[in-house]
């Protein structure tokens, strides 16, 4: 619902905050008061166009926001858009939108505080609010909106969600046929290029760990000499061959004997002879080690040419096929083999991927046949309902219908004789129609004539379609075009009960309708410093005998004591209909 809006310096208006209420919220006044100014700021707010000749004279800028409260499924949509345009959500569940004009036609829209997109407000304006009469908001004026309200309308959301879960499934199966018949050529030269790929890995007879290890062995290879001095040199300081010199092994071993001798007289130096004694083994041992490793290097300049060429097709390999280990490129070797083997039976899967198909079209038709049967049924109680309330709103010859059309599709789904096309809502097309006037054909709802002819036919159908309805806040302006007083209190209860599952505004001119209001605003203009300026009071009590009153326009006693019958017959409906839905 639209719980406020605020609006400077737009048209005739200065400064001006209003708040509305859930249920019947009427606006009256005099002619060019600025009724309609405040439903024309609505628009805006909306994504309506804006331009320079919105904004009041003198002034360089006009500025509207609103805050509203979206509830049920047009919180989860307009949820949706947010997060889709990375707009802020508010915790609270408020959405606050802005939008300013400025001169030269610069428009300026923000949801909750957050520059948005005019294409992003109007969608979200779509999901928040219908205006019916001079605004571009008409859901139900929109053809691609009928199918939806018809199956809320007959309660099939359930029936229809379970046949798009099978068309979803006809979708995958159609696009994993449409890769393999229309690649086919494609699908060959990949087979040979993975068996390529296969095959250059598998001649390769890699081993895992393999290139690590041949690095080891060429650096050793490369460095030999080096490495032969260094140990020589390590040899030669534990075992000299130098008889005026003793190496380190030797001198250790004789550590080792002194302190032996050393641990016989004094038991407490054990420790220093067991270590003596362990250095002198370790250095012996060491000794050994250094002229075994001595007596192994190599110098072999083929076997380091064959490592260096091993490891040299071991990289190619990784750089051509973007693997970073060789456990890499044997578990691309893996991949392509099973790969080849999926192309190799791409006629086989094509095969089950066809009869697959055909079993689910054949589903999807008798599914979609089925609904369409409920719908058409639906239908029909649906222009009946209709039509009873146009002949409540003086549209008695007035004619109602729903179009519910199948387009022929050779790849479709069967039904009957035919195959009929198809999506996620089913095989059926549908579109509301009118016939305002007798003798008239009928119409799409979207051609007939605007004005409170639509309005009235808008109505009706909000009223019969009310619970199936999601948009929270439905506005009429000339509504009342070309009625009199009595359709007027017909009128004026049908918004009243409207407005138990939505949040109603109506510009009205008729106290008859006027009456009906849960909320009564007065919109008056008047002049201060040279300038005309709009300003909103709402009214209780006398107040409201008083507007009613003067919108009656007769005689002064007459005219408050019908204002007052007008107040007593409405206390009475509703209380009759309070006491009916105990």
């Not at 309609?36 to 628009?43: C, E, K």
């Not at 089913?426 to 509301?432: K, L, Q, Y």
């Not at 009243?496 to 309708?513: A, G």
Request: proline share 2%; with cysteine; hydrophobic share 40%.
């Amino acid at each position: 619902m639209l719980k406020e809006i605020t609006i400077k310096d737009f048209a005739i208006i200065d400064q001006l905050r209003l708040e509305f209420a859930a249920g019947f919220n009427v606006l009256t006044g005099e002619t060019g008061a600025g009724k309609s100014i405040v439903l024309d700021a609505v628009s805006l707010l909306l994504g309506g166009r804006g331009d320079s000749d919105d904004i009041r004279a003198g002034e360089s800028m006009a500025l509207v926001e609103g805050v509203f409260e979206p509830n049920g499924p047009a919180r989860q949509r307009i949820e949706a858009i947010l997060a889709r345009e990375e707009l802020e959500s508010d915790p609270s569940g408020l959405l606050a939108i802005t939008r300013e004009v400025r001169r030269g036609g610069r428009s300026v829209c923000r949801v909750n505080g957050t520059a948005a997109a005019i294409s992003a407000l109007k969608e979200i304006g779509e999901a928040l609010v219908d205006i019916h009469g001079q605004s571009e908001h008409l859901s139900l004026l929109k053809p691609a909106s009928h199918l939806d309200l018809l199956d809320r309308y007959a309660d099939l959301e359930a029936q229809r969600a379970a046949l798009a879960g099978i068309v979803a499934q006809v979708v995958a199966i159609r696009a994993e046929l449409q890769s393999l018949t229309d690649n086919e050529e494609l699908l060959k030269q990949k087979a040979e290029m993975l068996a390529f790929k296969m095959s250059e890995i598998a001649n390769a007879k890699l081993r895992p760990g393999e290139d690590d290890e041949l690095r080891d062995e060429a650096k050793r290879l490369a460095n030999s000499v080096q490495l032969a001095e260094l140990a020589g040199e390590a040899y030669a300081a534990l075992r000299s061959t130098d008889i005026q010199q003793s190496g380190a092994a030797d001198l250790l071993s004789h550590a080792a004997m002194a302190l032996s001798k050393l641990v016989r007289i004094d038991a407490t130096a054990k420790e220093l002879g067991e270590s003596g004694e362990s250095l002198s083994i370790q250095a012996e041992e060491l000794s050994r080690s250094l002229a075994d490793y001595r007596e192994r290097l190599e110098y072999d300049p083929g076997r380091l040419q064959a490592a260096e060429i091993r490891i040299e097709l071991i990289n190619q390999l990784k750089r051509k096929y973007s693997c970073a280990t060789i456990e890499d490129l044997l578990v691309a070797a893996d991949d392509a083999q099973k790969q080849i083997e999926t192309i190799e039976h791409s006629g086989e899967r094509i095969a089950e991927l066809q009869a697959e198909e055909a079993r689910w079209l054949a589903e999807i038709g008798r599914q979609g046949a089925a609904l369409s049967s409920k719908r058409a049924a639906a239908a029909d109680t649906l222009s009946k309902s209709v039509e009873n309330e146009l002949k409540d709103l003086k549209m008695e010859s007035a004619r109602f219908g729903v179009s519910i059309e199948q387009n022929d599709d050779p790849a479709g789904a069967p039904v009957g004789d035919y195959r009929v096309a198809f999506d996620q809502t089913g095989i059926d097309r549908v579109e509301f129609l009118i016939a305002p006037n007798l003798g008239e054909p009928l119409k799409p709802i979207a051609r007939i004539a605007s004005g409170g002819e639509t309005s009235r036919i808008m109505l009706a159908l909000k009223t019969v379609l009310s619970r199936a309805d999601n948009i929270g806040t439905l506005i009429f302006d000339e509504i009342d075009s070309g009625i009199g007083g009595r359709i007027g209190a017909i009128v004026g209860q049908k918004l009243w009960s409207l407005s138990r599952n939505h949040q109603v505004l109506v510009v009205t001119h008729l106290p008859q309708l006027a009456g009906f209001s849960d909320t009564h605003f007065k919109v008056d203009k008047r002049v201060a410093d040279k300038r005309t300026i709009t300003y909103i009071t709402r009214l209780e009590g006398d107040g409201r005998v008083e507007e009613l009153t003067a919108m009656i326009g007769a005689e002064a006693g007459s005219a408050r004591a019908n204002a007052q019958e007008i107040l007593a017959y409405v206390e009475q409906v509703k209380a009759g209909n309070a006491e009916r839905a105990k």
